[in-house]
């Protein structure tokens, strides 16, 4: 959620914050470990409570209800190798925005499987909002991939809910001039009072994710204790690959062959 992208992503209802390819002419501030503080990469509490108390200068507001998402792409092992997956976090996220372009120009196939925007009919692992300015990992989508569970009151449904009530929250707090700044969004997202904003949309997610927690998931929507780059590998692989333990392999951007 820089000057690029940013993706907070809710892990047994921990939160973490990553960035990535925005747009394709951006500049794009490197990503941080103080950006991870509140990621899949992070042990949340059991309660879906946060750690920051004070929205700063841009607090949450209640967002239009009922909160609207669109359903998962199913997962469609043999989109990319896992060398194209390296591929996309080294030129897509730890580059500038011409390299993400000739990156996606040189896989299209497995690009058009990794991203989706917020208006796409149907979302896969990383969906985009406000014309690129921030991304997401799409986290509930993954779980109603793994639990095959699509139904708008399972697990996944309710987690993507929740994170999309976040979003509604926060996006006033996105920059609008030059210099950008995206402190105030990352302020707001991790803000305690979205707890109180996005109450509803919680109770559900904990409700209808707890006999899922309750088995202590280890699938490959789960990323604590991995860095943000490593959990976007292993989710991106899952989704796109298959194998989700390939998904720390190394490898380089190699073309879809044509």
Same mark, same amino acid.
């Given at each position: 959620?820089?000057?690029?992208?940013?993706?907070?992503?809710?892990?047994?209802?921990?939160?973490?914050?990553?960035?990535?390819?925005?747009?394709?002419?951006?500049?794009?501030?490197?990503?941080? *470990?103080?950006?991870?503080?509140?990621?899949?990469?992070?042990?949340?509490?059991?309660?879906?409570?946060?750690?920051?108390?004070?929205?700063?200068?841009?607090?949450?507001?209640?967002?239009?209800?009922?909160?609207?998402?669109?359903?998962?792409?199913?997962? *469609?092992?043999?989109?990319?190798?896992?060398?194209?997956?390296?591929?996309?976090?080294?030129?897509? !996220?730890?580059?500038?925005?011409?390299?993400?372009?000739?990156?996606?120009?040189?896989?299209?196939?497995?690009?058009?499987? !990794? *991203?989706?925007?917020?208006?796409?009919?149907?979302?896969?692992?990383?969906?985009?909002?406000?014309?690129?300015?921030?991304?997401? &990992?799409?986290?509930?989508?993954?779980?109603?991939? !793994?639990?095959?569970?699509?139904?708008?009151?399972?697990?996944?449904?309710?987690?993507?809910? &929740?994170?999309?009530?976040?979003?509604?929250?926060?996006?006033?707090?996105?920059?609008?001039?030059?210099?950008?700044?995206?402190?105030? =969004?990352?302020?707001?997202?991790?803000?305690?009072? !979205?707890?109180?904003?996005?109450?509803?949309?919680?109770?559900?997610?904990?409700?209808?994710?707890?006999?899922? =927690?309750?088995?202590?998931?280890?699938?490959?929507?789960?990323?604590?204790?991995?860095?943000?780059?490593?959990?976007?590998?292993?989710?991106?692989?899952?989704?796109?690959?298959?194998?989700?333990?390939?998904?720390?392999?190394?490898?380089?951007?190699?073309?879809?062959?044509?």
């Amino acid at each position: 959620m820089r000057t690029a992208v940013g993706a907070l992503v809710l892990g047994a209802f921990g939160w973490t914050l990553t960035t990535a390819c925005a747009s394709d002419e951006d500049a794009r501030a490197p990503f941080t *470990e103080a950006d991870a503080s509140a990621d899949a990469a992070r042990d949340g509490a059991a309660d879906g409570s946060f750690g920051v108390d004070d929205a700063g200068t841009c607090p949450p507001r209640t967002p239009a209800q009922p909160v609207t998402t669109k359903p998962p792409r199913p997962f *469609e092992a043999g989109a990319c190798t896992t060398a194209q997956v390296a591929g996309y976090v080294s030129e897509c !996220v730890n580059a500038d925005g011409n390299k993400c372009t000739a990156y996606k120009q040189a896989n299209p196939t497995c690009a058009a499987c !990794v *991203e989706s925007t917020s208006a796409d009919a149907t979302w896969g692992p990383i969906v985009f909002y406000e014309n690129r300015r921030f991304y997401d &990992y799409n986290y509930g989508g993954c779980i109603a991939n !793994v639990t095959d569970d699509a139904a708008e009151n399972g697990c996944g449904a309710a987690q993507t809910r &929740y994170l999309e009530c976040r979003h509604a929250a926060c996006v006033a707090c996105l920059p609008s001039t030059l210099p950008l700044d995206y402190e105030p =969004f990352f302020a707001c997202q991790g803000a305690k009072a !979205v707890e109180q904003v996005c109450a509803t949309e919680l109770a559900a997610a904990q409700t209808s994710c707890a006999d899922y =927690f309750a088995t202590k998931p280890t699938d490959a929507c789960q990323g604590a204790g991995l860095p943000p780059e490593e959990y976007l590998r292993r989710l991106v692989t899952a989704w796109c690959a298959g194998a989700p333990n390939d998904a720390g392999a190394d490898g380089g951007d190699a073309g879809d062959g044509g």
